[in-house]
C-alpha cells in the first residue's frame, strides 16, 4: 500500500448557532384609566434597555398604546409609562432585539371607583338627590278640602313616588303644577295652626316645614235662657264631623263643655247658666287646634 493512498481529504466542521430562550409576558400591574406607569412580569426579558425596541398595550378591538420611558429593570421586569384608557382583558407586545413576545390578556386598567360624593347621601360612594324644599305655600292659610299649591324644588315628575301629608294626614288629591317645583295639594279635612307639612319624594323628606289652616270665623251664636243648655255656634269651618279638633271653646269667660261638630260649620256644647245672662250669648272663644278666633 503506497503511502498516498492512507492520505484522508480534509471536511469543514459546520457552524453552530446559539440563541438565548425566547421572552414571555406573564402580567402586568393596573394602571388608572388616566394613564400611569406599569410593571410587566415575564422572563428572559434581558440585561440591557438597549435591546428594548417596542412595548404595545393592545386591546380587543385592535386599538394600542405604544408605552414610553420603558426601562428593563431585571430579566424578568420591565417599566412602562402607559397612556389613558379603559377596559380590561389587553395583550402586551414586547419586542426585544429583534424578537418578539405577545401576552395572554393580562393588562387591565383600574376599574372606577367612587369615593366622595357632594350631596348628603347614604354613604361613601352612594348619590342621593337633594331632598324637597318649601319657599312658598299659596295660599298660606286655607281652609280643609280646598287646594293649596307648594312651590320650590326637588319635587321630581312622577307623582306615584310623591306623597304630601298635613299633620299627619294625606292629602285627598296630589298633582302636578309645575314638574320638579310646584304641586298641588287638596288639603286634609284637620284645623290647627303650625301644622307639620311633609313632602316625601321616593323616600327622601322634607324638614321644618309647616302649614296653619285658616281660623274659624264664629257668624252666629243660638240664644239661650240664663239658665244655660245647649248652645249652636254657626262658623265658617270647624272640620269633620264629629272630630276631636275643638280644643277649647268659650261663651264669654265661660267654658262651653263638650263641644260637638255636627256639622262641617256647626258646633254644639253645653253652656253654663248664668253667664249667657250676663254675657247676652252673642260672644265666643274658640280654639280649633291652635288656630283661635275671638
Request: proline share 5%; charged share 15%; aromatic share 8%.
Given at each position: 500500500m503506497s503511502y498516498n493512498s492512507l492520505q484522508s481529504t480534509a471536511v469543514a466542521s459546520p457552524v453552530l448557532y446559539f440563541k438565548y430562550a425566547s421572552t414571555t409576558i406573564t402580567s402586568a400591574t393596573s394602571i388608572a384609566t388616566a394613564g400611569g406607569r406599569t410593571t410587566i412580569t415575564g422572563t428572559n426579558?434581558?440585561?440591557?434597555?438597549?435591546?428594548?425596541?417596542?412595548?404595545?398595550?393592545?386591546?380587543?378591538?385592535?386599538?394600542?398604546?405604544t408605552g414610553t420611558n420603558c426601562a428593563i429593570t431585571s430579566h424578568t421586569t420591565i417599566e412602562c409609562d402607559v397612556g389613558a384608557g379603559i377596559g380590561t382583558g389587553h395583550t402586551i407586545r414586547v419586542q426585544i432585539a429583534g424578537e418578539s413576545a405577545i401576552s395572554g390578556t393580562v393588562f387591565n386598567y383600574i376599574a372606577p371607583a367612587i369615593n366622595t360624593e357632594t350631596d348628603a347621601g347614604t354613604g361613601t360612594g352612594k348619590f342621593s338627590y337633594a331632598p324637597p324644599s318649601v319657599s312658598q305655600i299659596v295660599p298660606m292659610n286655607q281652609l280643609p278640602g280646598e287646594n293649596i299649591t307648594i312651590k320650590d324644588n326637588s319635587f321630581g315628575d312622577e307623582l306615584s313616588l310623591i306623597s304630601i301629608s298635613i299633620g299627619g294626614t294625606p292629602c285627598s288629591y296630589v298633582g302636578p303644577v309645575t314638574p320638579h317645583t310646584e304641586l298641588i295639594c287638596t288639603t286634609p279635612q284637620i284645623l290647627g295652626a303650625n301644622k307639620s307639612l311633609s313632602i316625601v319624594v321616593n323616600g327622601v323628606q322634607n324638614v321644618n316645614d309647616v302649614f296653619s289652616y285658616t281660623a274659624p270665623e264664629v257668624h252666629n251664636v243660638t240664644h239661650l235662657p240664663a239658665s244655660g243648655g245647649v248652645a249652636t255656634i254657626k262658623v265658617a269651618v270647624f272640620g269633620p264631623v264629629n272630630g276631636s279638633q275643638v280644643t277649647?271653646?268659650?261663651?264669654?269667660?265661660?267654658?262651653?263643655?263638650?263641644?260637638?261638630?255636627?256639622?262641617?260649620?256647626?258646633?254644639?256644647c253645653h253652656a253654663?247658666?248664668?253667664?249667657?245672662?250676663?254675657?247676652?250669648?252673642?260672644?265666643?272663644?274658640?280654639?280649633?287646634?291652635?288656630?283661635r278666633t275671638d
Open positions: 426579558l434581558g440585561p440591557d434597555t438597549a435591546n428594548l425596541h417596542l412595548v404595545e398595550i393592545r386591546n380587543t378591538t385592535g386599538v394600542y398604546h277649647l271653646f268659650k261663651l264669654g269667660n265661660s267654658t262651653c263643655t263638650y263641644p260637638n261638630i255636627t256639622e262641617v260649620n256647626t258646633i254644639k253654663s247658666p248664668m253667664h249667657l245672662a250676663k254675657y247676652g250669648g252673642t260672644y265666643a272663644d274658640v280654639d280649633l287646634a291652635g288656630g
